[in-house]
């Protein structure tokens, strides 16, 4: 048993552009795996993304890699106009799948990679890379063992200078990250059920660049995401404000990226009172002490590497599996009719 | 003439609870003003806020007052819901009005003050106390001489741990100090035309606690307002995107309140293509210096009481005039019902 | 005894330049005081300091002063050079007297101070304000309850544009706040035993603009001070390293001015070894949470001034006595002979 | 010749611990060079530097590397104790030799280098990485252009939890990075002509764990550096005064890195005064904008690279030559015998 996971488990990655030389980078630094091929339509691009050092297979020929019995997962980091095409081929040539965010351009399309995955019993991951931060991982735990108590409302900021997409907006763009992270985070039953969504194409750029997400989250929260590709400064904040504690999370502050406030506004619903005396509440504020918990600093992408290597030797599902891909498609497709719709609410999550 | 300038302005402060104070030490200070009454309800309360050091005469009674001919303007800090009472009674005894914000508890309240006041050539004068730091000051400056070039964006966030009021809501608590400063800097064409609202009261305060207000500019532009009483940390801070320029304003930063980026996205529509191809923009991306103006740090409050009593000497409208408060108030009428709609748009302005 | 207490002290303030209106504003704002006079040798700055509205009688005759039985305690802010005449003539009168820092021009001048004060078992506290806010008071408890372990090392910086001052260097202009912190937080046992001192001043103003202290503290500690009047930008920042946590003061950041770090370097020196082995020592690290403990905010003038009073009706000896304006003084005079002497280190608290 | 230039340059590292593998990533990126060796005295370590993938090959034997006569360039990575021998035999083969910081372990060692390359006509340049930051390369630019005007004082701060070093203290381990700066940015006559050095071990590391340098720059100036391992944030500051602006540089502020200041003291001299009334000097301040210049990120240790490549092909002297190595040797010997004597101050450069 312990040679199968001692033996490294061959991978190709497919896709050589922004992404690919990143996921290149993690899979040669991992024990677990032993990258074999990285294809690309275009060679040439392959090959500078690999080096003149590289003994790793450069290809443009997708067939010959599925066809290499050598190779037992794929990494897909093509545009996602192709992931349905290429991921499918993948999982019927009896790979597990490792795909870049979005899963899919579809949720549609996205469910029939899920289904293929469930069918044939491989892994079907989805890279959402900040899941793995160590940050995010902390939030994670802070979430969900109760240290903040009931999450009451979501605040994710993602602005910088972005590059305008040609084939997308701002949200399908950047706010995955976001939704990745809450779909994360958040316990199940307090996952968003509609979104509401506002943009602005100030610039004439044919789609949004500047965009605003309201998710309602049930239990009376809600979740606010604000993305745009027009900002001269970088932002990346979220923060969570629970009943108990409240958390803020920035994670361009590497010497701080979390920090947990006991400080917050308790309401008191004195029992003995009437309907209409209980209009009184008590309030009460908290002010106590901020801690910042220490963070090991490790690469997402590592994580998120072995991460995807458990879950093809041990049959687990991985952490962020095709199935959480597929709420994220949902919202975003949600979103996108919402802002076709002049900022109405749109339910999500309905089938669940 | 000049003597007529000289002779200080007598005044009267009515509201001795949490900002009046503030208007008692700035009357004080300034040369135009002669301080001769504090007025509230409870006496002990004005007494507390004279301290036993004062000449100031506190009292309960405002028709004395009003009656003291040597008082030519009041300056009103009374819970908003008694704005219109006590106003008009200072405005029919031929006194110049300062209303602390919001102008009025109703806009039509509010119109009631402002066609009191035009038909008796009074003042009537709002406390937007923001307007009035050097900060906004110089944001006006370059937003309205086209530093900025067109405003494209506004994104504005005002989040604290803040008391939770009985009687308003988070938008009519903290959104007029939003919605005065961008009535105050933007150019007339693009003031807001519509604005949608979400909100949620996570902890069953009554009403909303954390709020978003999406605001539609004329254009293509969007604002957009983030108010919240429960965080536990502190921001203030306004971007202001402009085709040219980029301002961010952080007003907690007092070493550099406002930086101006010359770095954003330029988009080039050839015109000698045609309609087909001009979906391929082009794209090109600025990124140059940014510069810190230097401010004169000045209180707020102080340049806002010389501006009162310039507008009373000169007979000119004040920078923020009472119709600048009634602007404020139709937008937080419109968000109101936006809210009780489930966010839908609502159009203001309608009328202007 | 507790009418004793109840009846407020009177106080007259000496000074109605810089610091004199702050303890105007203080002493009227304390209970435990009734300001009966503001005395400066020109009577139009104390009118001034006074405002229009006040019933504190400006004077500019001290012997008035110092004869009215009603003045119980006497609060100097006038230049250093004057402290010895005025504070000593106060004491002479049985006065109760405040200080502003430096005690004295000279550590002889603050000497016959002291021992005038405690000849009569008069109060003769020093205005070191610092000590006073809620972050130093809370600095103090830190260290001394041994929460941070032993200190191994303080690192002050007190930098900004500042006034260049004609008859006194930056040294004794800034140094002070920083060097009676120390002599505040320090257990006793550790306080400086000398100081080397470097200066520069590279504007050709007569006297260092930029400073350098090191104070070697006795077990092997260090102390270090940098005081700049040439700084573009301000920083206040102390880091105080312990063996067991390392606190960091930061009196510009209001979110969050202390943070005490569980994250250090541990040494262990196994018994067993001989002295040679030794020499391998087992260095650890320890790389824990951070806290950021709540403050209250608090002004530090109110609490000083509490504190005034506190000891005039309790007798007992203030925090910050005339003893502790000596220790600031002995280690001022040592600095000024260390610059004198090209950087040479200079013994201090010899005689203690 | 376009031929040689083209032709890539056969270059080998020697060393595989902390550092070489930074080189060794930097020269496989570099167009203009061929890396062909890593050479460490333990194998595996190499083996493990190269990863899996590379054909770049691994040796412990640097004869076999010297005799490779496609080798024409050496990068050091070995512990400074051992530059002069692996260096010395390096340009005895005829190699151009880049030496990782310090150049040598003694003054005297690095002068035998420095002698060596140049009786020879090779490259000998020092790994002086800071130097090559795109912000160190504009602080460069903006003091020598005079921008700043003359330079008043630097204050610089490099401080973190770091490695206790079991052979050298903090001076020699961290100092060399900003005596390498200042020796790349200052004008040469102002490089400093005199140090003071303070330091402490406060954890009983058998070496300075805290130092403080004070530098004497001709004319007036001064510098100053702070170097501490036990600092538990991470501090890298520098702060360069000049007659006209002043230059901020935080190198952990990503979004800012540069921050120049119009602000400032200016003292005039008016010339008619006679030498008393003179000492009235007219002091008056500026209150300018700050300007944070747009920097391109790129890793400094490929621009790095590039230069070493440059000065091979084109036989100019590199930025940071040996001479530039021995300078900073220099002045870190001059510190040790400070430290040594109790913080006097010792010259340096006086035989330049």
Redesign the interface.
């Given at each position: 048993m312990s040679e199968q996971i001692d033996e490294p488990i061959g991978v190709a990655v497919v896709g050589a552009g922004y992404w690919g030389p990143n996921l290149v980078r993690n899979f040669?630094?991992s024990q677990a795996f032993?990258?074999l091929w990285l294809c690309d339509l275009d060679l040439g691009r392959a090959q500078r993304a690999l080096?003149?050092?590289?003994?790793?297979q450069p290809t443009t020929d997708l067939a010959t890699v599925l066809a290499d019995p050598r190779v037992r997962a794929v990494a897909i980091a093509t545009p996602a106009g192709t992931h349905l095409q290429v991921a499918l081929a993948a999982l019927r040539a009896g790979k597990h799948v490792l795909v870049e965010k979005p899963l899919a351009a579809t949720h549609r399309d996205g469910l029939t990679l899920v289904e293929e995955a469930e069918r044939r019993g491989l892994v079907l991951m989805c890279d959402h890379t900040y899941c793995y931060t160590p940050a995010v991982m902390r939030i994670r735990d802070l979430v969900r063992s109760g240290d903040l108590g009931e999450v009451?409302?979501v605040?994710s900021v993602r602005i910088n200078?972005g590059l305008?997409q040609?084939d997308i907006d701002v949200v399908w763009d950047l706010a995955p990250h976001d939704l990745s992270i809450l779909d994360f985070v958040l316990p199940e039953e307090i996952r968003p059920d509609a979104v509401?969504a506002?943009?602005?194409?100030?610039?004439?750029?044919?789609r949004s660049?500047?965009a605003?997400l309201?998710l309602r989250l049930p239990?009376?929260?809600?979740a606010?995401v604000?993305v745009?590709?027009?900002?001269?400064?970088?932002v990346r904040t979220t923060?969570i404000?629970g009943?108990k504690r409240?958390l803020?999370w920035d994670d361009?502050n590497?010497?701080?990226r979390i920090?947990v406030?006991?400080?917050?506004?308790?309401?008191a619903?004195p029992d003995e009172l009437g309907a209409e005396e209980r209009?009184?509440?008590l309030?009460s504020?908290r002010?106590?002490?901020?801690?910042?918990?220490?963070l090991?600093e490790r690469e997402a992408l590592g994580s998120m590497v072995e991460e995807f290597a458990g879950s093809i030797t041990t049959g687990r599902t991985p952490l962020t599996d095709g199935r959480s891909g597929l709420r994220v498609l949902e919202i975003l497709e949600a979103a996108s009719r919402s802002l076709a719709e002049?900022?109405?609410?749109i339910p999500v999550g309905v089938s669940r």
């Open positions: 040669q630094a032993r990258l080096g003149p050092y590289s003994t790793v009451q409302y605040d200078l305008v040609r509401a506002h943009g602005a194409d100030p610039i004439g750029a044919g660049c500047v605003y309201t239990g009376g929260g809600m606010h604000h745009n590709w027009l900002s001269p400064v970088k923060m404000g009943s409240t803020v361009l590497s010497s701080q920090s406030y006991d400080r917050g506004v308790d309401v619903y209009r009184d509440l309030v504020y002010s106590g002490d901020m801690i910042a918990p220490a090991v002049g900022g109405a609410l």
